[in-house]
C-alpha cells in the first residue's frame, strides 16, 4: 500500500486543484475496494491532465479571495476540525485549495459553498444549504469527499487540524 499511496497522492491533488480551478464534479475514492467516479479526463496520462487543467484554469481563473475571507475560512475549518475530532490530509496543499476555495465562494455566493462539486445554479444550491461547508454529509456521516475534515483512521489522514492563513495562501498557491 505504501506505493500505491505515494503513486495515487500526486493523482488526488492534481484533481483536486483541477476541481476546485475549474469547478469540475470530482467524486473521487482513492481507497482499494471502493469504486471511484471520475470523469474520463482524470483517466488520461499525467501530461494530459496537466494540459488540461491548465487550459481549463485559464479559461475561468477563479478571484483570488479577500484576506478577511480566507482568514475566516482558515478558522473555521481549524476550529471544526479540533471540535469535530478529524485531520487535515497528509499533504497540507489539499486542504489549502479547499479553504481558498470556500473563501472564494464565500466572497462570491455570500456562504462557504463546496468548492469540490459542479453546480448548475450555485445561488440555488447555497439557499438550499446541502453543500454549504461544513456539508449535510460530513455533520451527518463525517464523509468530507474534499479530504479536508478526515478520520484519523482514513489512510490520507495527517497529523494537523490547524493551519494557518499565511500557509493556506502559499499551499494553495503552489498546488
Known amino acids: 500500500i505504501g506505493a500505491w499511496r505515494r503513486m495515487a497522492m500526486p493523482t488526488m491533488r ?7 480551478a475549474s469547478g469540475l464534479a470530482v ?24 494540459r488540461a487543467a ?3 484554469a485559464a479559461d475561468a481563473e477563479p478571484a483570488e479571495p479577500q484576506s478577511k475571507s480566507l482568514k475566516a475560512m482558515t478558522m473555521f475549518a481549524n476550529t471544526y476540525a479540533k471540535n469535530t475530532g478529524t485531520f487535515y ?30 453546480y448548475e445554479d450555485k445561488a440555488a444550491e447555497v439557499k438550499d444549504g446541502y453543500w454549504n461547508c461544513p456539508c449535510t454529509p460530513m455533520r451527518e456521516r463525517h464523509e468530507c469527499h474534499c ?15 490547524a493551519l494557518t492563513v499565511d500557509e493556506v495562501a502559499s499551499l494553495a498557491d503552489g498546488a
Do not use: N, T, W, Y
Open 54 to 56: 491548465a487550459s481549463m
Open 89 to 118: 490530509c497528509s499533504d497540507p496543499s489539499i486542504a489549502a485549495v479547499v479553504i481558498k476555495g470556500l473563501a472564494e465562494h464565500k466572497d462570491q455566493l455570500g456562504a462557504p459553498l463546496c468548492p469540490c462539486r459542479h
Open 27 to 50: 467524486r473521487a475514492s482513492v481507497h482499494p475496494g471502493r469504486a471511484s467516479k471520475l470523469p474520463a479526463a482524470s483517466m488520461a496520462s499525467p501530461a494530459a491532465r496537466s
Open 14 to 20: 492534481a484533481l483536486l486543484v483541477c476541481c476546485c
Open 147 to 161: 479530504m479536508l475534515f478526515l478520520q484519523a483512521s482514513d489512510d490520507f489522514a495527517g497529523d494537523k487540524q
